[in-house]
């Protein structure tokens, strides 16, 4: 297939170029003039993108649970999900699936049933949907069932959380009946819980270490979540835990990129204008050079408005601000085979009407070389 005519995102630069694509294959086979002998995508007035890769993404919660204690089936709400994502341009989706030591959504037995799910249902997906633990540090009776997860190659990133509530933890960790309402236990219960689990606060450190050793040793991505302080970046840095998840201060984000550590923020809060908890805002940030990747956390069309929001802003060029997307969380999360338009590289493509650039809209997403989502379907001949 030729996708022709477009402006392609090729070596940080948009320019005029056709890219060939051996759909059998999934793989790009040329970019530029090379030869094509199969179907044709008129891509004339588009922007021709790599593919968003999604490193953080827990919209698929209010599939599993629209409302508190209504639940609907994991294969229904991961089809939908997917979905979901490959209509606005994800063709890479880590679900952020948390592993709490809460009962209910977050709980180890639904984090195994959804880990369990994606891998069956991974033939059925259009979207190359990966598995982001999402480790709460307090759940230790869980830690040995889940370095066996890593051990076995099950995992696609690990992140370290910590969603205990306590004085010293963040603002949003302190919302008592809401976090109990999700786990499915009287306000009074919940605290009981907290309160139990509080008790063996000397042994979480010596857990995460254990748990960092076994994703290191199989070169699984880590990232620490929330992190409040310089010294709590460098703490996990030491472990090899590169990524800087949503660091809640200016000097955590500065230490860290003085460090070299990749700095995931949600694409949202470009969106928004701002952090919806009031925290430090993603274009600010991007535009003092202290981040590197942008996630759709709660809101998957997120990411395809970010970039273009980004651009309109005059924050950083579309350029750039689709590297945020794209390539950077594709090299953070160890996948060197997407995240570009290269020969060789997988057929994760998606095509965009960015003339609105407040409102892109996405024309067709191509994954791993299947025409997975089409909205102007007299272009594909």
């Not at 786990?183 to 000397?202: K, N, T, Y």
């Not at 945020?324 to 493509?349: H, I």
Request: charged share 20%.
């Amino acid at each position: 297939m030729r996708v022709q005519g477009g402006l392609a995102l090729v070596d940080g630069q948009l320019v005029e170029a056709d890219v060939v694509i051996d759909e059998a294959a999934g793989l790009i086979t040329g970019v530029g003039t090379a030869a094509g002998n199969g179907r044709c995508f008129d891509a004339r007035g588009l922007h021709v993108l790599p593919g968003i890769v999604d490193i953080h993404g827990d919209a698929f919660e209010r599939q599993l649970m629209p409302r508190p204690g209504v639940g609907f089936p994991i294969d229904v709400a991961l089809l939908e999900s997917d979905r979901q994502g490959v209509s606005n341009g994800i063709t890479t989706m880590f679900h952020g699936v948390t592993c709490s030591w809460e009962p209910g959504l977050r709980s180890i037995d639904n984090a195994r049933a959804i880990l369990g799910a994606i891998e069956s249902l991974k033939p059925a997906l259009s979207s190359d949907t990966r598995f982001h633990l999402r480790y709460e540090t307090f759940n230790l009776d869980a830690e040995d069932e889940v370095v066996g997860w890593l051990s076995e190659g099950r995992v696609g990133m690990l992140g370290f959380n910590d969603h205990m509530p306590g004085e010293n933890t963040p603002p949003r960790t302190r919302k008592i009946a809401q976090m109990a309402e999700r786990a499915g236990l009287s306000p009074e219960d919940f605290v009981a819980l907290v309160h139990r689990l509080r008790a063996r606060a000397e042994e979480v450190p010596g857990s995460i270490g254990r748990l960092a050793a076994a994703a290191d040793q199989q070169t699984t991505p880590m990232l620490s979540h929330d992190d409040m302080s310089p010294e709590q970046r460098r703490w996990f840095r030491d472990l090899n835990c590169r990524l800087a998840e949503f660091p809640t201060t200016a000097e955590t984000a500065q230490d860290a990129i003085a460090a070299g550590d990749d700095i995931v923020l949600g694409a949202p809060n470009v969106v928004r204008g701002g952090s919806h908890i009031g925290w430090i805002g993603a274009a600010d940030m991007i535009a003092r050079g202290c981040c590197t990747i942008l996630a759709s956390d709660y809101y998957y069309p997120a990411p395809l408005l970010a970039a273009y929001r980004l651009a309109a802003d005059k924050v950083a060029p579309l350029e750039q601000a689709w590297s945020y997307v794209s390539t950077r969380p594709a090299k953070a999360a160890g996948l060197a085979d997407r995240g570009a338009l290269a020969a060789g590289k997988r057929a994760d493509v998606i095509l965009v009407d960015g003339s609105d650039a407040q409102r892109p809209r996405l024309v067709a997403t191509i994954c791993n070389g299947r025409v997975a989502h089409l909205t102007e379907a007299h272009r594909l001949q």
